[in-house]
């Protein structure tokens, strides 16, 4: 096992960061010596990321924390392509207003991580649509087209995966590796760049760029990938039943967020505590030490902390409060997530399918009717096994709510609007 000098590496590799490095003692010497530059790419495919993406905001935190500089590069240019890698079919291509209002959105997220401002070890967020959009097609061919080799990009797993299926992969899409790559580069001519960071789908991409910058003149460059996560059981991270574990509190709540970590599998909680919170190693390895029922109060302590950076200590406590009440008391916390539905809505009647639907705890009336009949829907606390029950003003209680639930740990209030 490598002992990097670095406090960087030293904390990555600790925590369970590393999947690969392109070379570990030269990148060690550099973050060693100096105060270095590294980046993180993220797509602005929605409004915002999600909890998925999470891995790779608390790699550059730890890169600030530790004395250097890292880039949040929003992708302003590549988004207009969309990284094909892994991927089954082509991304829909979007509008470059929908692309900077997603990325308008997503940056919200990122000074709860990361310092930014003009020192040298600030952080920065570029947008790649500032070098990547106003290119000459023609110099791009000739000065930087020419260093790549088709036959070696077709050698890389994120292309030969879409080729062995028989699935189409356009002429756009194989460009994305080389405007990827061209980023490492123009990041290292104008900030003094060193080192791209990814997951470790993204390896070929990032080697591409340190080819590229060795033939186009640049100092050495650096690949460091993550392990793309999965949970215990195989479930792909930043996913819930009820779809993406949203980062934007607009998108998703403090309390649902709280809740998607309070879930965490028991074999996966030493693990996320490292990855996801800056507990002190030594808590961590108290906390991982206990078993039995002492679990569930570890994966609180894992919730709200994960929760604190994201949303604020305040709300992620808050949040751990509403839980409880609601868990281990039984009452009707008013932090509970609610909807409102209008008040002739609900005096008429609304099918008990339309509000799971319209209550967000299922994406169709299809799935809404499987929930029901699973015995898991619950009205007031009563389970219902009706898919025709019609719900209406007579459900509301006395605390003016009515109680909607789906299994033990999903309630949503619904209040009659006026």
Request: net charge negative.
């Amino acid at each position: 096992m490598t002992e990097f000098k670095s406090d960087f590496l030293r904390t990555l590799k600790e925590r369970g960061f590393i999947h690969q490095i392109s070379d570990e003692s030269g990148l060690d010497d550099l973050f060693a010596k100096e105060t270095a530059t590294a980046y993180i790419g993220f797509d602005p495919t929605a409004p915002s990321l999600h909890a998925g993406g999470l891995i790779q905001i608390m790699m550059l935190h730890w890169m600030q924390k530790t004395g250097h500089r890292p880039i949040s590069l929003m992708g302003g240019g590549t988004g207009m392509v969309g990284d094909p890698s892994f991927k089954d079919d082509a991304r829909q291509l979007m509008t470059i207003d929908t692309i900077e209002s997603n990325i308008a959105s997503i940056k919200r997220v990122f000074a709860n991580y990361l310092s930014y401002g003009e020192g040298p070890k600030d952080a920065m967020m570029i947008n790649n649509g500032d070098w990547l959009r106003d290119i000459n097609y023609l110099e791009f061919l000739r000065d930087v087209g020419r260093h790549f080799s088709v036959n070696r990009m077709l050698s890389f797993d994120s292309v030969k995966t879409r080729l062995d299926r028989e699935q189409s992969l356009s002429f756009l899409e194989f460009n994305y590796m080389i405007l990827q790559a061209y980023d490492f580069v123009e990041l290292n001519k104008r900030y003094g760049c060193r080192l791209q960071m990814g997951g470790s789908d993204q390896w070929g991409n990032i080697v591409n760029g340190i080819d590229l910058g060795h033939r186009m003149g640049t100092p050495q460059l650096y690949a460091l990938t993550s392990p793309l996560l999965t949970t215990a059981s195989g479930a792909k991270m930043g996913k819930s039943l009820n779809g993406a574990v949203w980062l934007n509190p607009d998108m998703l709540s403090a309390y649902d967020f709280w809740q998607y970590w309070r879930n965490t599998e028991d074999a996966d909680v030493s693990r996320f505590l490292k990855l996801y919170t800056t507990l002190p190693m030594d808590e961590i390895a108290r906390l991982s030490a206990l078993g039995g029922s002492e679990i569930n109060e570890v994966k609180k302590i894992l919730a709200t902390e994960v929760t604190a950076m994201l949303h604020g200590r305040e709300n992620a406590e808050q949040a751990a409060e509403t839980a409880r009440k609601t868990f281990e008391e039984g009452a009707l916390a008013d932090t509970l997530p609610s909807i409102d539905v209008p008040a002739a809505e609900l005096d008429a009647g609304i099918g008990l399918l339309a509000l799971i639907v319209k209550a967000g705890l299922a994406a169709s009336n299809g799935e809404a009717r499987r929930h029901v009949q699973g015995g898991a829907v619950r009205i007031n606390d009563a389970a219902i096994s009706d898919e025709r029950k019609v719900i209406g003003s007579g459900e509301i209680t006395a605390d003016g709510v009515i109680k909607l639930s789906l299994g033990k740990k999903k309630h949503i209030l619904i209040r009659r609007a006026a």
